[in-house]
């Protein structure tokens, strides 16, 4: 390629370069510099260096004798979140897996309309979904109302706010975000080579070990990323399943922007939070250009 | 081989938790729609079938103004985002690779490895202060934070489309003496037109569903639909949310059918 060529590419890039860097590299960099200062008083940082954001990601220091001592509360919340997140990827998988195995072993002519019915709730806005999903289980909800009508219950039972809230809520708005990865991967699976595996004397639970599950593999884990990143990163369906109960490691970092009033914590927790999804994304590509090597 | 009556594609019990997959999937979505129809004020206690909340949806002046905010911004946001993907992307498809070429790749992928509730800190700490030095609060913050987020979703569809793209006619137009502009205008541009078009509705989409971003960086008074939803979820919640969120799952099922035809049409 000749150094004009270069050049013009270059220049047909930038715009969306400069973009890019000016609103999200450039903001990500002060992130990183303000977890380093001092709260200011209301809000905001003073311009003095600090390591106190950072400390108190994990710890806490007694108000009367200064004694250190782990952040229960902190803690508690990070474990919920990849705790959560690792459940909400189990359960969609649960669910995600068998269903995008129905939709590639219809008719080529069905498919279409399976996918069709998976790919509305995919491209419907998150908020209205988390909306739907909680009229199902609130206090005066659908399910509360059948169960007291049929008799089974006298007092709602309380499902809102808790970590089982936040778990179905997510797993239903992500759902999608599985099923469609691994339709895409099972679609161009050849069952050929499952009939051929058979024919050789191969049980079935041999056949789906051995020859479809190595072929599949690559779409279960893009399936699996797709929905652990952002349930890891999840704001909107645990403020309003989980609300002060149940938080996440988005709302405890959105905490610290309004009334916690701690902008360097809040800037730390973010550069946590970011950091745990880079390593499940570093942790992707290992897995997946590992399995490329082996294949 | 006698027949085994054989058939791998029968997984056992697939087919159920498929059925069951979907019927979660719609049931919260139709108990949704069906409240939205509701006569009645208290919800869950039907009433009789009725317009009466969309219609009060409509007369409403902060859902209206919301509504206006959202179409304007994911619309400018979608079309800026569109055309610097488009550059983008015709910068770095077809070729054996230049010097830069994976920075560019990973730079413009950043936005989708970042939590949105990190880049809406991130964005609020700056901007706050821009909004202090120049006293500006309209909607250019948005536009500007929208823009940047829906590149990577723009860029996916159109590099996609490039990448799949025959590059002989391109070589056959410049073999007829078309000039680059010209070749690129009339041979290049209605190729890529189905994946810029794809690209500019997932960019739309992505916009249009962006809640934490917006409600960080608006400034008071100012609403997207999505900041309105979710305050008018903090307040109470009423049959005519119910009625709004209705309206904006009919945007996403008329999105997607509309799609669906359009490539049916094609193959």
Not at chain 1, 16 to 29: D, H
Not at chain 1, 211 to 229: D, E, K, M, Y
Request: net charge positive; glycine share 8%; charged share 15%.
């Amino acid at each position: 390629m000749t150094p004009a060529d270069t050049r013009r590419r270059w220049g047909l890039a930038l715009p969306a370069v400069a973009v890019i860097t000016l609103f999200s590299i450039l903001p990500l960099g002060v992130v990183v510099l303000y977890s380093v200062l001092t709260p200011g008083d209301y809000g905001n940082v003073r311009w003095v260096l600090s390591g106190e954001g950072w400390f108190s990601v994990l710890f806490e220091r007694d108000m009367f004798d200064e004694t250190v001592s782990l952040s229960d509360a902190h803690i508690t919340i990070l474990f919920r979140s990849v705790g959560l997140s690792l459940a909400t990827t189990l359960l969609t998988l649960i669910f995600g897996v068998p269903t995008a195995w129905f939709i590639a072993t219809r008719a080529p002519r069905q498919r279409g309309f399976w996918l069709f019915l998976i790919t509305i709730p995919f491209w419907t806005n998150l908020l209205v979904r988390t909306i739907a999903i909680q009229e199902i289980i609130r206090a005066e909800g659908v399910l509360n109302r059948i169960l007291i009508g049929l008799g089974l219950i006298e007092q709602p039972l309380q499902m809102m706010f808790t970590n089982f809230a936040v778990l179905l809520g997510m797993a239903y708005v992500f759902l999608p975000l599985m099923v469609l990865p691994v339709y895409a991967a099972i679609e161009k699976f050849d069952f050929r080579l499952a009939e051929a595996g058979y024919d050789l004397y191969a049980s079935r639970a041999y056949c789906l070990r051995r020859v479809i599950l190595p072929l599949v593999r690559p779409g279960i884990i893009a399936g699996s990323i797709l929905v652990f990143v952002p349930s890891l990163g999840a704001y909107v369906t645990p403020r309003i399943m989980g609300g002060g109960n149940s938080m996440m490691l988005g709302n405890l970092i959105e905490m610290q922007f309004g009334q916690g009033r701690n902008w360097p914590l809040g800037a730390a927790l973010s550069i946590t939070l970011t950091l745990l999804v880079l390593g499940a994304l570093i942790w992707y590509t290992r897995l997946t250009t590992g399995g490329r090597r082996h294949g | 081989m006698a027949d085994r009556a054989f058939d791998i594609r029968r997984m056992p019990g697939a087919v159920t938790l498929a059925v069951v997959c979907f019927v979660i999937l719609y049931i919260p979505m139709v108990i949704l729609v069906a409240n939205s129809f509701n006569a009645g004020k208290v919800i869950g206690q039907w009433e009789g079938l009725s317009l009466r909340w969309y219609l009060a949806a409509l007369q409403n002046e902060a859902f209206l103004a919301a509504a206006a905010n959202s179409l304007v911004l994911a619309t400018i946001a979608a079309f800026m985002a569109t055309v610097l993907a488009t550059m983008a992307a015709l910068a770095t498809t077809r070729s054996d690779g230049f010097r830069g070429k994976g920075a560019i790749h990973i730079v413009l992928n950043q936005p989708l490895m970042v939590p949105e509730i990190v880049l809406a800190i991130a964005l609020l700490i700056i901007l706050a202060q821009v909004k202090q030095a120049t006293g500006y609060t309209g909607l250019g913050y948005l536009i500007a934070a929208h823009t940047t987020f829906c590149i990577p979703f723009a860029y996916m569809p159109i590099r996609a489309r490039l990448e799949g793209m025959d590059m002989t006619l391109e070589t056959a137009a410049a073999d007829l003496y078309a000039s680059r502009a010209y070749a690129f205008r009339r041979v290049t541009l209605p190729l890529l037109a189905p994946g810029i078009l794809a690209g500019f509705m997932l960019a739309f989409v992505v916009s249009l569903d962006d809640v934490v971003i917006s409600s960080f960086l608006k400034s008071p008074g100012q609403e997207t639909l999505p900041t309105y939803l979710m305050g008018e979820l903090r307040r109470n919640l009423s049959s005519e949310i119910y009625a709004i969120s209705s309206l904006l799952l009919l945007i996403s099922v008329l999105i997607v059918a509309g799609s669906w035809l359009a490539t049916r049409q094609k193959t």
